[in-house]
């Protein structure tokens, strides 16, 4: 559990998917580089007294509901891909993050009261006198809900139904429920509000991308082209984690009735694996042809107005080969980053598509 330290507001107000996102399942009290999986589905990771949300995983997912079972809760847990780690030769790019203080094993909550007393209901009028047989003839109503109604009838016992596992503890049918119900929870600067979290999380992994491809303008200070900026955030637009979400009922589904599930909800990523990967290879293909056949976006503006003036001899044909050589030695550098940027950046999110 993730216990704010922040108070609430007068405004707010607890919403199941904010409740959601408070519940965390993990492995263990362990602060070191620590897997976190919210009931909502958002995965942190906690570094010491620092939580970091980077992505999603599907709550509907064969593997998220593993995850929600503590009898494979740690074996679930191990399966998950690994978030992303920082990109190297560019500045850290800020993903939302919360300071965890503090860690208690056990925080006592109240008993659940399920024998609360309710004061009796004032008799009925009635002008009709009552035989004095009625209690030993057969009611109408199923002796079920003769309590409801006043009836002297003794209801019959029946099985207490096993309670489904939660995300904190299991509870079985013979367990005491009236007994105190203990949960383990850090401490967390403020509140979670997953759409302020859907919004930083894709804002950064954008950033993320442009500053990893324009950090490859290493040949001549050339940039990489805006159009391929623009092509590369189309292709993998589908896996970010969020996706928008319009405040209709159709879109709410299990979170009807939960005005947090407005704005940004979790990204489903229901592509099949065979699918992405064809996908992403034409991307590869058709990005190289495409830089290709645009002429000579990488060569300085200088170098090509010298190709055109200069005579045509042994020594400008020499030039001109060479200036070809390190266009193309760009276009492998910039389809080089483009793939390890995509690789890097949504590698979490194309492994979640196989469970």
Same mark, same amino acid.
């Given at each position: 559990m993730l216990l704010p330290l922040e108070s609430a507001s007068t405004y707010e107000k607890i919403t199941p998917g904010f409740v959601k996102d408070h519940i965390v399942l993990l492995d263990g009290p362990s602060r070191k580089n620590v897997q976190i999986v919210t009931l909502s589905g958002l995965r942190a990771s906690l570094d010491g007294e620092i939580l970091t949300f980077r992505s999603t995983i599907n709550p509907t997912s064969k593997l998220f509901q593993e995850i929600l079972n503590p009898a494979t809760r740690t074996s679930a847990l191990s399966l998950l891909p690994p978030l992303?780690?920082? #990109?190297?030769?560019?500045?850290?790019?800020?993903y939302p993050q919360f300071e965890v203080p503090s860690y208690s094993p056990s925080i006592h909550l109240p008993a659940r009261n399920h024998a609360s007393t309710k004061p009796p209901l004032p008799p009925r009028p009635s002008n009709r006198s009552t035989p004095s047989t009625t209690s *030993?003839?057969?009611?109408?109503i199923s002796l079920p809900f003769a309590s409801l109604f006043g009836g002297t009838h003794a209801k019959p016992s029946a099985?207490?139904?096993a309670s489904p596992p939660t995300s904190l503890h299991s509870f079985d049918s013979s367990q005491d429920t009236n007994a105190p119900i203990e949960i383990s929870a850090f401490s967390v600067d403020r509140h979670i509000i997953r759409k302020d979290i859907g919004k930083e999380i894709n804002k950064a992994l954008k950033n993320e991308l442009k *500053?990893? #491809? *324009?950090a490859t303008s290493t040949l001549g200070n050339v940039p990489v082209p805006s159009w391929v900026l623009e092509r590369v955030h189309d292709v993998t637009a589908d896996w970010y984690p969020f996706i928008k979400s319009l405040p209709s009922k159709k879109k709410l589904g299990s979170e009807k009735g939960d005005k947090d599930a407005h704005g940004y909800i979790v990204n489903p990523i229901e592509e099949n694996p065979d699918d992405v990967a064809e996908r992403l290879q034409d991307f590869y293909l058709s990005l190289e042809q495409d830089m290709r056949a645009s002429g000579t976006p990488f060569i300085p503006r200088r170098m090509e107005k010298e190709t055109e003036t200069i005579a045509e001899d042994e020594k400008n044909r020499e030039k001109r080969e060479h200036v070809s050589m390190e266009s193309e030695t760009r276009i492998s550098q910039v389809m080089e980053a483009v793939e390890c940027t995509i690789t890097s950046l949504f590698y979490d999110r194309y492994e979640l598509v196989r469970f």
């Open positions: 992303p780690t920082p #990109l190297p030769d560019i500045s850290p790019v800020p *030993a003839t057969t009611s109408r099985p207490v139904p *500053a990893a #491809l *324009a």
